[in-house]
């Protein structure tokens, strides 16, 4: 089956400098790379995904990229804000009914004053 | 759109002691439907997950149980709690087709004394 690893486990900025996280899979037939934010006490919220059919997407400060050739993806977070304060989650699947996402470990961000 | 209720979102239950947590989708047919927990400071593990009313597929071996009474409702259920089953409890839900994004509720935050 398939393998996320995840690093950082933590990672701590400062306001305004860039956060990067990033991603390996096992799975070469893997398709779909979404990424997760999740605030304390809260369930996790989808904030970007990738399809294997392109290298880059943006969404205003956040960007990810993904590298099929070597199996890994990362999440790039510009202009961190206290707000970007969370633990991020990357995902992989493949397409199929009986497909299910499989997590990494998570990326506990603190973005500090 | 569609929506996806859990609760109760937290719930202090002593050791030995019965479970049932419930989880709707609304505004949508058919959908996969997952529960996952999450051990404090932890990642996403799966716990369960249906394709259909009565189709139940169980991940780990564990205390809980998982029952889909009807295409939109999920519940998770367990006779005896142990100690072991604190944790944060997150239901979520796809579609096969279209964007089959994986959405999750707010989660409910179990507490076993």
């Known amino acids: 089956g398939e393998n996320v690893e995840q690093h950082p486990s933590t990672l701590s900025v400062q306001e305004g400098d860039s956060a990067v996280i990033k991603c390996t899979y096992s799975d070469s037939a893997s398709n779909y790379f979404p990424w997760y934010k999740q605030e304390l006490g809260k369930g996790p919220q989808l904030i970007i995904d990738?399809?294997?059919?392109?290298g880059e997407k943006k969404d205003q400060r956040i960007a990810v990229t993904l590298n099929k050739t070597a199996k890994h993806f990362s999440l790039h977070i510009t202009e961190t804000q206290p707000e970007d304060s969370a633990v991020y989650f990357c995902?992989?699947?493949?397409?199929?009914?009986?497909?299910?996402?499989?997590f990494g470990t998570g990326t506990r961000l603190q973005v500090t004053l | 759109s569609q929506t996806i209720h859990q609760w109760p979102a937290t719930l202090v239950q002593p050791v030995g002691s019965p479970l049932s947590l419930e989880c709707t989708v609304e505004g949508t047919s058919n959908p996969n439907l997952y529960w996952y927990r999450q051990a404090a400071g932890r990642g996403l593990q799966l716990l369960f997950y249906s394709v259909g009313i009565g189709q139940i597929s169980s991940e780990v071996p564990q205390n809980l149980s998982a029952s889909r009474p009807q295409d939109r409702q999920f519940i998770l259920s367990s006779k005896k709690l142990l100690l072991s089953d604190s944790g944060f409890y997150l239901c979520?839900?796809?579609?096969?087709?279209?964007?089959?994004?994986?959405?999750f509720g707010a989660g409910s935050r179990l507490t076993v004394l």
């Open positions: 979520a839900w796809d579609r096969v087709t279209g964007a089959n994004v994986l959405t």
């Open positions: 995902a992989a699947r493949r397409t199929g009914t009986a497909s299910k996402l499989t």
């Open positions: 990738i399809r294997s059919n392109v």
